[in-house]
């Protein structure tokens, strides 16, 4: 929504200066009611929604799930290894900026209605109807208020003459001059001045703004004059020359129209003087027009440039995402305490299973920029937005569901540790009993310092083999690890299957897979 919102005041400016820099040529050969008809162009243009996926390049509408994931924890593991995490801003820049903009343009377009308002009320308090001068549903009256003739209302249609019109104009300008103003509700210019002070009210910061609404008001009484005299004879040009200098006048509040209130009566003048109906330039005029407002819109509608800011901002978010870096190791489960020694008379309890190795550790990902803290997409053509609550939420999700994978593994492993130091433990227990059942001698003794393995022959002695050996079998040790890997590879397949952890466990279990390969391929 924001980059819409800002795309639209950007084309829509944009436009405003196209419109400046042509309206005087085309007026000059098509006709003022061509240039008039070109402030279509920004004004449909605030008006334009985002264009559909199928006919404009698609932004990032919806990051994938385990991107979002995989940002939030990001920005809660970072914590991790001295760094501290990602904190939300104290202060929402975007929403104060939001909230001026949006108070500036209610208190302009609330000032400008009131001033309007208060000046037809003024005008219409002590006026005087001239029924004889009304025009269908258009009524005409005269106020001492009026410096000059101006329409005024949309529904209740009114057109309001000063009180001295008797004195201050013949009568052909006085014809005229209400006919400017019935013009101008015939062609709905009250409802357009009201248009455009919305849009104005919209751009109540900025200059570009302002000077094109002064040069549309202009053209709004060109083409008028243009209309009036589209059939005039040289008498009448010369009646609605004297007829405008004679309603000369400050200027009205904006949504007003006012004979003499143009800011340029010069350009009304000249115009008045060299210009000549043409029907078949003025056919050309509206086609060039409709293919300038056309073509306007296409060239500036949402999703074209945004688009390509869009672009940019996925293939940032893309560079961000993790590349397997390794936590710190979770160090291995302490090995359980030696046995006391065996004394010469008793045989030597099997030496234990080894350890397996330690469950490796999930990767992590690098820190989430303060950047993407907040990110905003688009989903379906309705805008949306990440905030700081929202980020904290999806943090805590993570570290939740990682908390519960580790906790799987950790379980799984020590599961496997149980296991083995049970085998141990029976082992043991079955040697002690074998001792006790069959008396057993020593037969032969070792140096001291020197390596020995106790035997138990059939017959309950035992034999002690002295100098260096093998006492475990390294074949049936591999197979005890892999074994133990490959149960704590099933214990961590199953617990990490979440989408948002695939990319954690899909490089946990190519470490345990790796080790399995290394183990297996010893001889």
Not at 134 to 151: H, L, M, N, Q, T
């Amino acid at each position: 929504m924001i980059s819409w919102a800002i795309e639209t005041f950007v084309a829509s400016t944009l436009l405003m200066l196209v419109v400046l820099a042509v309206r005087r040529p085309v007026a000059r050969h098509f006709g003022p009611h061509i240039a008039y008809g070109l402030w279509l162009l920004p004004a449909l243009r605030m008006l334009l929604p985002p264009l559909p996926e199928t006919v404009a390049p698609v932004p990032i509408h919806v990051l994938p799930a385990n991107v979002e994931a995989l940002l939030a924890a990001a920005a809660a593991l970072h914590t991790d290894a001295g760094t501290a995490a990602v904190d939300a801003p104290s202060v929402n820049w975007l929403l104060l900026f939001g909230c001026a903009w949006a108070a500036g343009a209610l208190v302009f377009l609330f000032w400008h209605i009131w001033t309007y308002r208060r000046f037809v009320r003024a005008a219409l308090a002590d006026a005087t109807q001239l029924p004889r001068f009304d025009r269908g549903r258009i009524e005409v009256c005269a106020s001492p208020a009026a410096r000059g003739p101006f329409a005024a209302g949309i529904f209740l249609k009114t057109v309001v003459l000063p009180e001295d019109y008797r004195r201050r104009y013949e009568r052909d300008e006085l014809r005229l001059a209400i006919e400017h103003e019935v013009q101008h509700h015939r062609r709905c210019d009250m409802s357009a001045n009201f248009a455009a002070l919305v849009v104005l009210a919209l751009h109540w910061w900025n200059p570009i703004a302002h000077f094109a609404h002064r040069a549309f008001r202009v053209d709004q009484e060109l083409a008028c004059d243009a209309l009036v005299l589209a059939q005039a004879t040289p008498f009448e040009r010369h009646a609605y020359g004297s007829a405008l200098l004679k309603s000369a006048c400050d200027r009205l509040p904006v949504a007003a129209c006012a004979l003499g209130a143009g800011d340029d009566l010069k350009r009304r003048l000249t115009m008045m003087k060299i210009y000549r109906w043409n029907a078949s330039r003025a056919r050309l005029g509206s086609m060039i027009a409709t293919g300038l407002v056309g073509g306007g819109l296409l060239l500036t509608a949402s999703n074209g440039i945004a688009a390509e800011t869009t672009k940019r901002v996925e293939q940032q978010v893309r560079t961000i995402l993790p590349v397997a870096a390794p936590l710190p190791p979770v160090p291995p489960a302490a090995p359980p305490a030696p046995h006391a020694a065996v004394p010469p008379q008793a045989p030597a309890a099997p030496d234990a299973p080894p350890v397996p190795p330690a469950l490796p550790a999930l990767p992590a990902v690098p820190a989430v920029p303060a950047s993407l803290v907040s990110i905003s997409w688009s989903s379906d053509g309705q805008d949306q937005m990440l905030d700081a609550d929202d980020i904290r939420e999806i943090q805590e999700s993570a570290r939740e569901a990682q908390r519960e994978a580790w906790a799987a593994a950790r379980e799984a492993q020590a599961d496997a540790l149980a296991d083995a130091r049970e085998a141990a433990a029976e082992a043991r227990a079955s040697a002690r009993e074998a001792v006790r059942a069959h008396p057993v001698t020593v037969t032969k003794n070792c140096p001291k310092g020197t390596p020995f393995m106790a035997k138990v022959s059939d017959d309950g002695h035992a034999q002690v083999l002295c100098g260096a050996f093998s006492p475990v079998d390294r074949a049936k040790l591999r197979k005890q690890i892999i074994a133990s890997l490959e149960q704590t590879r099933a214990s961590l397949a199953a617990s990490l299957n979440d989408e948002w952890a695939r990319r954690t466990r899909e490089n946990a279990l190519a470490s345990i897979d790796r080790e399995i390969v290394r183990l297996k391929s010893e001889k």
